[in-house]
Each structure stands twice: as structure tokens, then as C-alpha cells.
């Protein structure tokens, strides 16, 4: 075998160890603030499994409760089969670091290239300056915590009050987002994507967001390209939030569509 | 044990038969067009069978895929418990009908009156003219196969496009909802009601919506009284559509948010 071309393949990369059950390594390349691996990174190496039993090419709905930290180190993914329909297919995937479980995720895999009904879209995409003319998010720094950082690029049209230190108290954005090593997107980066931005509660001056359960909706295959993304959160109840996310690819089409419910730290 | 009092309470019972295995009986009495029981119903059976086994006493995020249709008649649901923490427990409900996996729900409870963190609300509950003035969507019509509208009882400030024969081409929808019997909201009926009421692509001409997976996040107990609701599609792309739903209660508090993906008939 040969080595994978990029990062985002090369760190979701599993091994079968027997029926059902693969063998991972988390990596330290996707670490959010506090020096933790991205949740939308480690979900990714759960459906990576699924890919390997689903009779179904794509993933069309997933939902990932997230259980216990996870660490980089290795990890055991083992899956399930819940139901093999005619149109989706169904499965589990659960992550275990040191025996225990990590994290569950239930996916819907269908094949998104046979449509099953009409197209009706009542919603625009971000209104965002060309990437070109947009400001790299990280403005060339580097934060070795946030490692992810190195690994996605993000382009706003102006600051984010979080990043002034002077938050807005509107906790949404839109920005520009890609893989900075070339990597052009996918369903399954598209999943993991969803949860790759600074949480929007920044914006209320807090500096982080646990996500408990993360579902994700992919709704069409991106085009080659950046991707126009737009999150939000409205409704923060004792620390307990949501956080909706929208990816639009390059020719204007919404590709995926995600809401995970969240703590304050 | 005396009955139950409340349709909702007496159709959604469980009976221990083994540890972690329970009897239910599904009835026709929560039907949608179609002549199905309601898919929020059946979620709150395996959420009642939940309640059982999960020490944190509040549903807090709820995924339930729909694998096979429900048909009225007895089911079995197994639980299990995949994580008990300090704030969170997590579980599993699976219903199973004539042997075959029909519906796989999984749930984190939580304590909602234990607040973990500061509340910042930055939307408004739907306009809508008090439920005493505003008018009943059945209008006295019993349509038998439509069992859930006479356990459910909806009132709207005008008469929505699709009732009326002329879909308005916006798929959204306000209205005040409960229980015809008196039952007041709970956390557990929030569950089912957002999958209760007409699905908003009724007002795109189509003739209903099929579930394939629905995540409910829970956020307040709510106060008795009426519900105000909103929900609303703002995707169909292929057929697929996500439906998003919220429920305020009587004292303008969101208590309930939900999202579905659902496939187009």
C-alpha cells in the first residue's frame, strides 16, 4: 500500500483486525483548543470504518454522541450492521480508547447520486468576498495547540470580534474553508468539517463548546473548491446550546447541514 | 396499578419482561395520513423504556433512525446503558416488531433543573394571536385515519395554503399545539410533539414526508399551558429535505428544538 496523499485520509486511515473491528490511530494534527482532537475529526474515523461494512457508498445522516475525551493515541473502532434496505443502509460505529467507549455514532449511508425526489431551495448561500480577497483567519500564525489550524484554512471578509478580543455577542459567522495541503472535498470531509470552526459562543466571550451530540445531513457531492460556510447559535439555555452549521460548495449548492447540542465550558 | 389517565401516558406504557427488555402495544390511536402511528409516538415508547434504565432523569438529546415502518400492535424495546457520568448518562432503545429492528434510538439524559451555564436567548417565539382567538386546524372535522388529531389539538392565525387546496410554495408553518385530553407538556411529550404536527412540504404540493432520522434537543421543562410552534424546510434537494421544529411554552421559554431528515413520498 501507498502512503495517502493528505492528511485528512492519511490520519482517518483504519485497519481490519477481524470482523467488525479495525484498528485506528488518533492523531495530534487536528487538536482544537484546550489540546483536544477535533470531535468532527475523531467521528470522521468512526464513518471511515462504516465505509468498510455499509453496502452504500455515501453517508446521508449521522448522529455522534460524544461519551469521554479522546486522547491521540491508538484507538479500536468496532461496527455494526443494523439494517441493509433498498435505498439506505444503516449502521453503528463505536470508538474505544483504553476499553472504554469514546464515542457512538448511527449513520445512514444511501448513494446521492440517485435522486429520490425534487429540488426546492429557499435559503442563499453566505454572502462572502471571493477567498481571494477574503483574510486568511490565522493571518500566518501558528498556535501549536491548535493544530487543526494548520491542517484547514479559513478566510473571513473581516475579523471576528473573538479574534479582536472584543467579542460581538452575535455568536455566527461565515468564512471561507479548505484543506490547506490541496485535498479537494468529500462527503466524508464534509462530515467531519461541520465541527472545524471556532465555536460561535466565542463571540459571547466564551472560550470553548463540548459537543455532546453532533448530527450531520449531507446533502449533496461538493464540487472541487472552497467551501462558503455559515454557523450560528441562538438559543444558550444554563450553558446548554446548539450550534447549526451550513456548507456550500464552490458553484453555490448546499452540501451539507449540521446541528450538534453543546456545553459551556 | 390504576390506569393511566392521559391517552399519551396509557399509549406509550412499557412492561418489564426481562432485565432491559420491555413489552409495549403500539396503538392506532396516534395515526398520521397513511394510516401509520406517528414516528415521535413511537420514539417516546423507547424513551419511556429509557426513563427505566438511565439514572439522570430529563431526556437532554434524542436520535432516533426509522428503519422499518410501525405498524399498530405489540413491540418489544431493548435498552441499554452505554455510559452513566456525573452530568450525563447515555442509552440505547431499540423497538423491535415481528422480530425485525424497526427503530434504534439513542438518548443522553440529564438533570435540566441542575443549570450548568448562563442563558442567552437571540430569537423570538412565533407571533401568533392568543390560542382563544385563534382557530382550530380541524375545525371539528374528524378525519378517521388522522387518529393523532384527536389526542393532538392545533391552532393556527389563518388557514395554512395546503388546507385550503392551494399550497402557498412556503414551507413553514406557526401554530399553538396540546394535548386534547388536558395533559400538560412534559419533557417526554416535547419529544413526540415535534414530529406531531402536518410536515411543512405540504405547502410545496407534496403529500407528506417519510423520517429517516430526527434529533430532538430538550432545554427547559416547560410550564403548562399551550405550545407555540414553529417549523419550517428550507432544503429539498433530491427528495431529502430537513424539517426543523421548535416549541416555546405558555411563558415564552424555547423548551424543545428539533431537526429531521426526511425523504419526500
Redesign the interface.
Known amino acids: 500500500v501507498s502512503a495517502a496523499p493528505y492528511d485528512f485520509d492519511a490520519d482517518r486511515a483504519v485497519e481490519t483486525v477481524a470482523d467488525h473491528r479495525f484498528a485506528a490511530a488518533i492523531t495530534d494534527r487536528w487538536n482544537v483548543l484546550g489540546g483536544r482532537p477535533n470531535g468532527g475529526y475523531v467521528m470522521g474515523v468512526c464513518l471511515q470504518a462504516l465505509t468498510r461494512v455499509l453496502p452504500s457508498p455515501d453517508p446521508?445522516?449521522v448522529?455522534a454522541?460524544f461519551?469521554?475525551p479522546v486522547v491521540p493515541g491508538p484507538a479500536e473502532v468496532r461496527t455494526a450492521v443494523?439494517?441493509s434496505?433498498r435505498r439506505?443502509a444503516?449502521g453503528?460505529a463505536t470508538l474505544y480508547q483504553d476499553g472504554k467507549?469514546s464515542l457512538?455514532v448511527?449513520a445512514?449511508f444511501s448513494d446521492?447520486r440517485q435522486?429520490?425526489?425534487?429540488?426546492?431551495?429557499?435559503?442563499a448561500r453566505p454572502e462572502l468576498p471571493p477567498p481571494d480577497q477574503a483574510m486568511d483567519l490565522m493571518g500566518g500564525r501558528v498556535i501549536p495547540e491548535l493544530s487543526i489550524a494548520q491542517r484547514v484554512e479559513y478566510r473571513v471578509a473581516a475579523w471576528p470580534g473573538w479574534a479582536r478580543g472584543e467579542p460581538s455577542g452575535?455568536?455566527s459567522q461565515e468564512f471561507w474553508m479548505r484543506f490547506r495541503d490541496g485535498r479537494e472535498p468529500d462527503l466524508l470531509s464534509l462530515a467531519s468539517l461541520v465541527d472545524a470552526a471556532a465555536p460561535p459562543v466565542l463571540e459571547?466571550g466564551e472560550t470553548g463548546s463540548a459537543t455532546?451530540?453532533l448530527?450531520v445531513?449531507l446533502?449533496?457531492h461538493p464540487a472541487p473548491g472552497w467551501l462558503a460556510c455559515r454557523v450560528a447559535?441562538?438559543?444558550?439555555?444554563?450553558?446548554?446550546h446548539?450550534e447549526d452549521f451550513e456548507i456550500w460548495d464552490s458553484t453555490g449548492a448546499?452540501v451539507a447541514?449540521s446541528?450538534q447540542?453543546a456545553?459551556?465550558p
Open positions: 446521508l445522516v448522529s454522541f461519551l469521554r443494523i439494517r434496505g439506505i444503516t453503528e467507549e457512538r448511527t445512514a446521492l435522486p429520490a425526489g425534487r429540488t426546492v431551495v429557499l435559503a452575535r455568536p459571547l455532546i451530540e448530527t445531513h446533502r449533496a447559535t441562538r438559543f444558550v439555555i444554563g450553558g446548554y446548539e448546499l447541514q446541528r447540542l456545553l459551556l
